[in-house]
Nanobody
C-alpha cells in the first residue's frame, strides 16, 4: 500500500497555471501513477497517468494544457496545469495502481490521496 498526499491546489483565474504535487510514502517504480478529478455532481474522471517507463496518457479535455511527470526517485508525482479553464474546477486526486499499463480508469488504481481543491474563476 502507498500513502499519497497532494499539495499545490488553490484558486486561479482562467488562463492561469497551477502545479500539483503528490508525495508518496515510498517509491512507486512498479506502479502506474495518475491524476484524477471530480467536480460536484459528477463522476471521478481520469486526467493524466504515467508508468515507470515514462509513458503518459491524457484525457482529451486536458491534452496540450496539462503535463504529468515524476520525480527522479519515483516517490513524487506532478501535474503542471496551464491555460486553466473554468471547467477544470474540481477536487484533484493522486492515485497509484499496481499495473505497468498506463490508463485512466479508476479501477486500475488501489491507493488514493485525500484530494486537493482546484478552483478556476472565469
Amino acid at each position: 500500500q502507498v500513502q499519497l498526499v497532494e499539495s499545490g491546489g488553490g484558486s486561479v483565474q482562467a488562463g492561469g497555471s497551477l502545479r500539483l504535487s503528490c508525495k508518496a510514502s515510498r517509491h512507486t517504480n512498479n506502479y502506474c501513477m495518475g491524476w484524477f478529478r471530480q467536480a460536484p455532481g459528477k463522476e471521478r474522471e481520469g486526467v493524466a497517468a504515467i508508468n515507470n517507463h515514462g509513458s503518459t496518457i491524457y484525457s482529451d479535455s486536458v491534452k496540450g494544457r496539462f503535463t504529468i511527470s515524476q520525480g527522479n526517485a519515483k516517490n513524487s508525482l506532478y501535474l503542471q496545469m496551464n491555460s486553466l479553464k473554468f471547467e477544470d474546477t474540481a477536487m484533484y486526486y493522486c492515485a497509484a495502481g499496481p499495473s505497468l499499463t498506463v490508463g485512466l480508469f479508476t479501477w486500475r488504481y488501489n491507493d488514493w490521496g485525500q484530494g486537493i481543491q482546484v478552483t478556476v474563476s472565469s
